[in-house]
């Protein structure tokens, strides 16, 4: 994975389990940096996007940059997933559950194979630290719904 940097500060930067590498996000949507990776990189980095990403590590942590209303699709880590809140406002739903809203400080724990997602306050930007404590891949399925981002749909 090639580490690109941006001279914009309007871009936020942060990790992507579903490409392998960095991706910007920001009001515009999601930027794949990788795209600036050679034809074979980008081939195999997309291969894995939308279906279960093989990660050989027995530990995943990275640092991600949420801009206000952007979240994740739904998904499931083989490992569990830990979300530490380190700036801004936190919105997370397991599937079946209340979306819960958490602010700097806290943390929210879902345990391995439980659907999930997890994003910014439609008003707040959001910096979180994600941890996958036992390692393995993700699966990622559909987009989450406005109602569910509302809190008004399990």
């Known amino acids: 994975m090639k580490l690109k940097r941006s001279s914009s500060a309007s871009i936020l930067w942060g990790f992507s389990a579903a490409l392998a590498g960095l991706l910007a996000v920001s009001a515009a949507g999601i930027v794949d940096v990788a795209a600036q990776d050679d034809a074979a990189e980008q081939a195999a980095r ?3 996007v939308g279906g279960s990403v093989s990660v050989d590590s027995d530990f995943i942590g990275g640092l991600r940059s949420f801009e206000p209303g952007n979240r994740t699709y739904w998904h499931s880590h083989e490992g569990g997933f830990i979300l530490f809140v380190q700036e801004g406002r936190a919105r997370t739903q397991r599937r079946g559950e209340p979306m819960l809203e958490l602010g700097p400080g806290e943390i929210d724990y879902t345990p391995p194979g439980v659907e999930h997602w997890h994003g910014s306050a439609p008003d707040e930007p959001l910096m979180q630290l994600g ?3 036992l390692g393995g891949g993700i ?3 559909e987009a989450v719904t406005d109602a569910q981002y509302n809190g008004e749909s399990l």
């Open 46 to 48: 997309r291969a894995r």
């Open 139 to 141: 699966e990622f399925l």
């Open 131 to 133: 941890v996958v404590p």
